[in-house]
């Protein structure tokens, strides 16, 4: 079910709670997911993808790889795949009341589908719903909160999940 177009009428830090605690139901579904992965992987159900992520982080160096994905990233994301649904005069305006939840699933896909260049192969084919499930997770969870609380709380949740996971991969590597 999609989320109602209504805005809650919360103040900052009721808001930044729930977003907060938003972020974290949304780390505990990628985890699972990420465990789930792990087994298919070990089990040779699924094979490993390769996260590129390392490639792009030789050139750019880590400061800067940092900077760039959880600053200037999640920004551009979040005015591309979440900025229409409620801005009723641009991109045809998503302020509808039938059909608003096929775009708003589809604004999850399509930003899911965006992060498979992030991986140098993925072979075969129906392992790229598993691969990029994270990411299908995020954009439903920005989108919700895009809507219920505005586009600066989505661009703000987004960073701190590109910052846990950036940070992991840096420190932890693949």
């Excluded at 982080?57 to 795949?81: D, K, Y």
């Excluded at 499930?133 to 969870?141: E, H, K, R, V």
Aim: with cysteine.
């Amino acid at each position: 079910m999609a989320p109602s177009l209504e805005r809650k009428p919360l103040g900052f830090w009721r808001r930044f709670r729930e977003v907060v605690l938003l972020f974290c139901f949304e780390l505990s579904l990628i985890a699972l997911v990420m465990a789930l992965m792990y087994v298919l992987e070990r089990f040779s159900v699924l094979p490993v993808a390769d996260n590129s992520l390392g490639s792009l982080a030789e050139p750019l160096g880590s400061i800067t790889l940092l900077f760039v994905g959880v600053i200037i990233f999640p920004l551009f994301e979040e005015l591309l795949f979440r900025g229409y649904l409620t801005f009723p005069r641009y991109f045809g305006g998503c302020r509808l009341k039938r059909g608003f939840g096929v775009v708003f699933y589809l604004s999850s896909a399509f930003f899911a589908a965006a992060h498979l260049c992030n991986f140098s192969s993925l072979n075969p084919f129906y392992s790229i719903p598993v691969v990029i499930a994270p990411q299908f997770i995020l954009g439903t969870f920005t989108g919700y909160i895009r809507i219920v609380f505005g586009l600066h709380w989505s661009y703000l949740f987004h960073s701190m999940h590109n910052l846990v996971f950036l940070s992991a991969y840096m420190f932890f590597g693949e």
